[in-house]
């Protein structure tokens, strides 16, 4: 007996074509076009979400040394005071401190014992 796909194949490809809606062109209407833009999408997102680590990492230490600096030091030399006074702050925590709460961020470099 033959078997019919039409409302599983069009199901299916509905589903492609709602991950592509917004897509420029032929992308977001026809199948084909959209499963590739779709995964082609997915592929990025992954390497993204790996990559907003790295980013967010280094703007805190970009912070950080500004923050350092203002204050006469160098970022190596102050994160290695923190560590040695085993002060277990890590950079996103020193840096939101240094933006949002300097008194408490200069409270904390001079019990590492850096000012």
Same mark, same amino acid.
Do not use: M, S, T
């Given at each position: 007996m033959?078997? !019919?796909?039409?409302?599983?194949?069009?199901?299916?490809?509905?589903?492609?074509?709602?991950?592509?809606?917004?897509?420029r062109g032929m992308r977001s209407s026809t199948f084909v076009m959209a499963q590739q833009a779709v995964m082609k999408a997915g592929q990025h997102a992954y390497v993204d979400r790996r990559k907003k680590k790295r980013d967010f990492r280094s703007l805190w230490i970009v912070r950080l040394n500004a923050a350092f600096r203002e204050r006469g030091l160098k970022y190596s030399t102050a994160m290695g005071m923190l560590l040695k006074k085993k002060i277990a702050l890590d950079r996103k925590v020193l840096s939101?401190?240094?933006?949002?709460?300097?008194?408490?961020?200069?409270?904390?470099? !001079?019990?590492?014992?850096?000012?």
């Open positions: 033959r078997v !019919k796909r039409g409302i599983v194949r069009h199901r299916r490809h509905a589903k492609i074509r709602k991950l592509a809606k917004g897509y939101e401190l240094a933006i949002h709460e300097p008194k408490v961020f200069d409270a904390v470099l !001079k019990a590492a014992g850096v000012q």
